[in-house]
């Protein structure tokens, strides 16, 4: 079962169940046994291998990626835990299930994006060194705006029209050259956000009510 989520459930995202990932590998390995509680199993493990032609449909970037180019991705699994009972496992009931992951979440949704951790592509030897996202400050700004306007049109049924009635007029922006500006838009709004990289070269970025977070191409 493969699944396609143009954008998240929060904001409106409509899963595609019919989609399909033509050229898919996948392997488990199982260290021990399947459903046997009399023994003591080492460990399984699980491979995907996904074909980059799949990921280029939706990617807006280079795919295969470049030496440096810098992804975000999380990897989820979902456990319940069991006790045995006439030599078989049973799940323990009334529990919730417990949710690991490869980079922390910081909520139970994986349909968060901003959350991923990131993935640097080299085509060197293991080790390179990782170089931390200069639009970061940008990415942590709009998300705020963005999250503080989804509660702000739950109890007010509009969108805010300034930092001011999200309560944000007198927070610190750091590594931003300015508050964000937030612009109504016939969908609802817009943030925008500028930063300096080390050649002190400007970058502006925009978030949009449906969390979709992009850097405006100068024209």
Same mark, same amino acid.
């Given at each position: 079962?493969?699944?396609?989520?143009?954008?998240?459930?929060?904001?409106?995202?409509?899963?595609?169940?019919?989609?399909?990932?033509?050229?898919?590998?996948?392997?488990?390995?199982?260290? =021990? #046994?399947? &459903?046997?509680?009399?023994?003591? $199993?080492?460990? %399984?493990?699980?491979?995907? @291998?996904?074909?980059?032609?799949?990921?280029?449909?939706?990617?807006?970037?280079?795919?295969?990626?470049?030496?440096?180019?810098?992804?975000?991705?999380?990897?989820?699994?979902?456990?319940?835990?069991?006790?045995?009972?006439?030599?078989?496992?049973?799940?323990?009931?009334?529990?919730?299930?417990?949710?690991?992951?490869?980079?922390?979440?910081?909520?139970?949704?994986?349909?968060?994006?901003?959350?991923?951790?990131?993935?640097?592509?080299?085509? =060197? #030897?293991? &080790?390179?060194?990782?170089?931390? $996202?200069?639009? %970061?400050?940008?990415?942590? @700004?709009?998300?705020?705006?963005?999250?503080?306007?989804?509660?702000?049109?739950?109890?007010?049924?509009?969108?805010?029209?300034?930092?001011?009635?999200?309560?944000?007029?007198?927070?610190?922006?750091?590594?931003?050259?300015?508050?964000?500006?937030?612009?109504?838009?016939?969908?609802?709004?817009?943030?925008?956000?500028?930063?300096?990289?080390?050649?002190?070269?400007?970058?502006?970025?925009?978030?949009?009510?449906?969390?979709?977070?992009?850097?405006? #191409?100068?024209?």
């Amino acid at each position: 079962w493969d699944l396609f989520l143009p954008k998240p459930y929060k904001d409106g995202g409509r899963a595609d169940n019919s989609w399909e990932i033509p050229g898919l590998k996948t392997a488990v390995s199982v260290r =021990g #046994t399947l &459903g046997d509680p009399s023994n003591t $199993d080492s460990g %399984w493990s699980v491979e995907i @291998a996904i074909p980059w032609a799949v990921l280029a449909k939706s990617a807006n970037r280079p795919s295969p990626p470049r030496p440096g180019d810098q992804w975000r991705v999380n990897f989820s699994r979902v456990e319940w835990q069991h006790r045995v009972e006439d030599g078989k496992y049973r799940k323990v009931p009334k529990l919730r299930e417990d949710n690991w992951v490869w980079s922390p979440q910081g909520i139970i949704d994986m349909h968060r994006p901003e959350m991923w951790g990131y993935v640097q592509f080299s085509d =060197g #030897t293991t &080790g390179t060194r990782f170089q931390p $996202d200069p639009s %970061w400050p940008a990415r942590v @700004a709009l998300m705020t705006v963005y999250h503080h306007q989804k509660s702000f049109v739950r109890k007010h049924k509009k969108w805010a029209g300034s930092l001011g009635e999200l309560g944000l007029a007198d927070k610190k922006w750091p590594g931003v050259i300015a508050a964000p500006k937030i612009t109504p838009t016939d969908t609802g709004y817009v943030a925008t956000v500028s930063i300096k990289t080390g050649n002190q070269r400007s970058r502006e970025f925009q978030v949009r009510a449906d969390s979709r977070l992009t850097e405006i #191409t100068p024209d």
